[in-house]
Nanobody, 124 residues
Framework: QVQLTESGGGLVQAGGSLRLSCAVS????????MAWFRQAPGKEREFVAG????????YYGDSVKGRFTISRDNAKHLVALQMNSLKPEDTAVYYC?????????????????WGQGTQVTVSS
């Protein structure tokens, strides 16, 4: 059974930091590109950050570049998202996703598995 389990969400003041983790089981993580997406109330799910199989290449949404950092540890089956300088507009449910395909990493359509999400709330 494949499981992606997010943790680390919570309530933080603007300017603060949070570190999200995604624990992966049931798949060989090194065969998957991994990413974080987020969904705010009333909005579509959007790409936040992605990382290629070995972790060498990373990608970021324009709104988080320079503030967020994605990383992965294939040996520990973990993917992390370090979020700094948080803003109220970062408030959303954050989802971890895994894709075995070769399509655009920013496109939701290619993802095989998703976690249940973790809530991040940034107060002003």
């Amino acid at each position: 059974q494949v499981q992606l389990t997010e943790s680390g969400g919570g309530l933080v003041q603007a300017g603060g930091s949070l570190r999200l983790s995604c624990a992966v089981s049931g798949i060989t993580i090194k065969n998957y590109r991994m990413a974080w997406f987020r969904q705010a109330p009333g909005k579509e799910r959007e790409f936040v950050a992605g990382v290629e199989w070995s972790g060498t290449y990373t990608y970021y949404g324009d709104s988080v570049k320079g503030r967020f950092t994605i990383s992965r540890d294939n040996a520990k089956h973990l993917v992390a998202l370090q979020m700094n300088s948080l803003k109220p507009e970062d408030t959303a449910v954050y989802y971890c996703g895994a894709t075995s395909g070769y399509g655009h990493i920013m496109s939701m359509s290619g993802y095989n598995y998703w976690g249940q999400g973790t809530q991040v709330t940034v107060s002003s």
